[in-house]
């Protein structure tokens, strides 16, 4: 599904070069679920942004489902996230203009959907992540849990493959947040190729596999069976 | 690519700030609209006011050679008389009417009953009419050609010399004397608001056949001959032709333009063309100078909306919308925004000149101001405008909004 070879990314800071990646190998298995652990400046955001095609790799190649990545233009790049890729961000993100079911069904205008189908499935969506009868309400009319729950029904409007979560419980308290992995969890039953960055140990714990980032390289790669119990 | 209703629910969302936005854009066209309509009613409007001196007209009159020509010597008066009027209508082909003029000082004495006081006295033919547009007022006449064979005492009224004479009692059929001499009055002048007039005003003239003139007076060389030309075009060639006539029969070199004086009112009305014309494109340029502050304005507001949606453009990209349809969006929104204001300024426009043309006005005002109307081709154009200077003031914010670094977008607070 997903292999990076050889990945760097620098940023120009000042005079100076910051190495946010530097030689990062990394292959992630279809249905794989994966939390991403490691503290600030670790270069974990920026090893999300480049798996979610926010950003291009400055050294090295990124083959997303058989096909290089790393080269594509924003064009292209706009097209692989709208088809392969849900975000879910720690901030949620929502459009504080547009309802629940809005905002649900926002990624499927991006891809051309006509707007009763739109409705339609992001109506459903809503029933899946339990939130069918908020639909018309606005984030701001939401909780923190509901409004993650309205996001994670975003991420799988285009039925994308991969899911990328950015702390997706951070704002939220244990009780929510652990609902909220529990609905990640779920999606990684059925199928789907999850990877969620953490500062989590006990979010890390539920996963089959962890890798740890250090100073922009990966430092361990753990394969554990996961304490759902 | 976004739909046209989600787009408008965004404006809706910023109501206010678009609202404001709008009504600049509406000021905009408001002004240019006004400008260029009242620039264009303006330019017809003095043009027909030229018309009322009479159309495509030149006036010769009295002068001095300045060159030695077949054995006489410069500096030599020349005076018209009464047969160069025909001479010249018999021999110059571009010529649609000529009228001999006779015209006095302001001190021919009139009087009716008590009422007594000097006017300016003009003897002319029937031709006259026409050529200077003399248009009487309901039942009366103009001079006609058997009142100048006959040397009928008849006069032609201007009208605020009816009033003087008659106040606002009918005049036509009355009599008044010249000079002591009674004359009968078979028409008043029309009102009329003319651009140009020569020795005074045709509102205070009493005109009577030029053969009445001359027994009323003895003089004979005349003050003006006024010669119509049939195309506004004709005029140098026409000019040409009638200095070789005059020339012949008075003896002076046709070239020696200063032997006979000439107005030429073809000239003149060119000029003021050229000159209100010049005009108008200052005033155009003016008006679209105001659009384009008012245009700035709205790039400006979408900018700032642009800057304060980073997080949600960046979002937008995250979520598969391509960089194009950010920046669509945003010139969409500039189009929609600079059209509703124009367009309404526009219909406020057409309202205002509605009103201007109920206000009752000055007759001398409204012979210049007329009565403008927002016509297609000032709309269209300005339409045309509005939707060009739109589409550049979303270009800016779409450039920018399209620009974004996703990552950095969804960084922002």
């Keep these: ?229 | 690519m976004i739909g046209l209703f989600d787009q408008l629910r965004e404006l809706w969302d910023e109501r206010r700030r678009v609202g404001l936005v709008a009504l600049g854009v509406l000021w905009g066209s408001l002004g240019l609209t006004l400008l260029v309509t009242f620039g264009l009613e303006f330019r017809s409007a003095t043009s027909a006011t030229m018309i009322r001196v009479g159309d495509d007209l030149l006036r010769f009159y009295a002068g001095a050679t300045t060159r030695p020509f077949a054995g006489l010597p410069s500096g030599r008066p020349i005076r018209l008389v009464p047969e160069d009027g025909p001479a010249v209508a018999a021999a110059v082909p571009e010529v649609r009417g000529v009228s001999v003029e006779y015209s006095s000082g302001p001190s021919t004495p009139v009087r009716r009953g008590e009422i007594a006081f000097d006017a300016r006295l003009v003897g002319v033919e029937a031709s006259f009419g026409a050529l200077r547009v003399q248009i009487p007022e309901p039942f009366g006449r103009f001079l006609s050609e058997t009142d100048v064979v006959e040397h009928r005492r008849v006069a032609f009224l201007g009208d605020r010399i009816r009033d003087q004479l008659f106040g606002s009692d009918p005049a036509v059929g009355e009599t008044f004397d010249i000079f002591g001499v009674p004359f009968t009055v078979v028409g008043v002048l029309e009102r009329k608001i003319t651009g140009s007039s020569y020795n005074g005003r045709e509102e205070d003239k009493i005109v009577i056949p030029a053969t009445t003139y001359r027994d009323l007076t003895g003089r004979r060389t005349l003050s003006y001959l006024v010669v119509g030309l049939r195309e506004e075009d004709d005029d140098a060639r026409a000019i040409d032709a009638i200095y070789r006539v005059l020339g012949a029969r008075h003896r002076f070199d046709p070239d020696d333009r200063d032997a006979l004086g000439m107005t030429n009112y073809v000239e003149f009305e060119r000029m003021v063309g050229t000159m209100v014309d010049g005009n108008n494109v200052l005033t155009f340029l003016v008006g679209v100078l105001g659009l384009l502050v008012s245009v700035i304005g709205v790039a400006n507001v979408m900018y700032v909306m642009v800057e304060e949606r980073t997080r949600e453009i960046g979002v937008m990209m995250a979520l598969g919308a391509r960089p194009w349809t950010i920046a669509s969006q945003r010139i969409l929104e500039g189009l929609l925004v600079t059209l509703a204001g124009g367009v309404a300024g526009l219909a406020l426009c057409e309202g205002l000149f509605a009103i201007l043309d109920r206000i009752p006005l000055d007759p001398h005002a409204r012979a210049y101001l007329g009565y403008p109307r927002l016509s297609w081709p000032v709309a269209l154009t300005v339409v045309s405008l509005l939707g060009l200077t739109g589409t550049l003031a979303g270009w800016v914010p779409a450039r920018r909004a399209a620009s974004l670094d996703p990552v950095e977008a969804l960084r922002e607070e």
């Design chain 1, 1 to 229: 599904m997903i292999e990076l070879r050889g990945i760097g990314r620098d940023y120009a800071s000042g005079d100076a070069t910051v190495h946010a990646l530097s030689d990062v190998d990394l292959e992630i298995e279809t249905g794989e679920m994966l939390t991403l652990l490691g503290p600030s400046g670790s270069g974990k955001s920026t090893l999300l942004h480049l798996l979610g095609c926010l950003d291009r790799p400055t050294h090295g190649s990124y083959h997303l489902l058989g096909r290089d990545v790393s080269r594509l233009d924003r064009n292209q790049l706009a097209a692989v996230r709208g088809e392969q890729i849900g975000f879910v961000f720690q901030r949620f993100h929502l459009m504080p203009r547009s309802t629940a079911l809005e905002n649900v069904a926002l990624p499927l205008r991006f891809a051309g959907v006509g707007a009763r189908e739109r409705r339609a499935r992001a109506a459903d969506l809503l029933r899946r992540v339990g939130l069918e009868d908020r639909r018309h309400h606005r984030p701001a009319e939401l909780s923190g849990g509901q409004q993650q729950r309205v996001a994670i029904a975003r991420a799988l409007a285009a039925d994308p493959p991969l899911i990328l979560a950015d702390e997706p419980t951070g704002n939220l308290d244990s009780q929510v947040g652990g609902e909220i992995v529990d609905l990640l969890l779920e999606l990684h039953s059925e199928g789907r190729t999850v990877v969620v960055i953490t500062h989590d140990e006990g979010l890390a714990a539920r996963t089959e596999r962890t890798v740890r980032l250090l100073d922009g390289r990966v430092f361990a790669d753990e394969r554990v069976a996961p304490d759902n119990g």
